[in-house]
DNA sequence: GTCTATACGGGGATAGAC
DNA sequence: GTCTATCCCCGTATAGAC
């Protein structure tokens, strides 16, 4: 990986999560990461190429955090961190996590990404395990309003810039469950 | 109202709709509404007036929806209310609807427009009213939850395509409260 | 009110020099 | 590996005839 690869990708992130796929065109991406329009072509083929490549960086960096908390032994504090991973997601790697919201509007590019990710598969398995050691009764479906959930609280988080009332809405969810 | 800017409304709703704002070119609405493209800029000026002719029109066709919410008494069916809602709007104004989740991730379109639009501002005014007849301890915080809760619900039921998970969430939903 | 023709810029992508 | 120059299409928008 040379150094303007890497600066193309690191630069395709950012305008991807920020401002959509659709409207980030690889001319702005090439001027902001101070390489040739063509360069971009060279190396990932054409812009879904592009794209393709940022995503998998996006699993890469993803993996670690899912791992720490299927490390978790606690059933009940493994649901807290499910909870808490959106918020420091959007701490710590607020670009790979935006784009996964934000690539779901994007007409052009393929949909189903984030479902079919591994990461996102592994995070739904360990908290369908969860509620079944805490005894739920449908496990399955408290999961699925749990995504619903923070599904809504990562659209909050990235289109709401009031960071008082996302914190205070996070310890709302927490102190649910 | 001429028939033609009535049929360029309708086609631009449901292009904006479906495919975005961004994604959708004024040649396509031209081409689907069977009239030349000069037509839509005669009538709307231009692409953000067409479409902030299309969302007038949306909010025009929301209201009495929020109408009949009000009008009921009891506030736990008025909680439920507002929960089958985004259900029935999905069912009977489908294209409303959506644009109202697509148009937030459309980055060339002024953002806040859900957030200020009046029926909206109503709606979470009823809600939390409500949480308070009902004693609930802290009113405005789980009026924020139940609109994550939507929020996170309405994209699900635009993005995947499965009836019976959907009405399945809905009903799990209503079961909370 | 409506259409046709056209202007102009920017989009993704390629060729070829270095 | 990288840059410059260039291609062609499609985007929004306008002018002017009917």
Redesign the interface.
Known sequence: MTEKKELILETALRLFAD??F??TSTSKIAREAGVSEGLIFRHFLNKEGLMDAVLDLCEVRMNPHIEAIAEEIDPRKRIQKIIDLTYTLYQEEREFWQLQ??I?????YK?DHKKNAPYYQKLMKIGVDSFRELKYY?PE?EL??L???????G??MI?TSDPT?IE??LE??KS?Y
Chains 1, 2 share one sequence.
């Open positions: 401002e959509g659709d409207t919201f934000t779901k509007w994007q007409s052009s949909q449908e479906k699925a309003l995504s619903l959930l923070m599904e809504g609280f659209t909050m289109k009332s205070s809405s709302f969810i649910k």
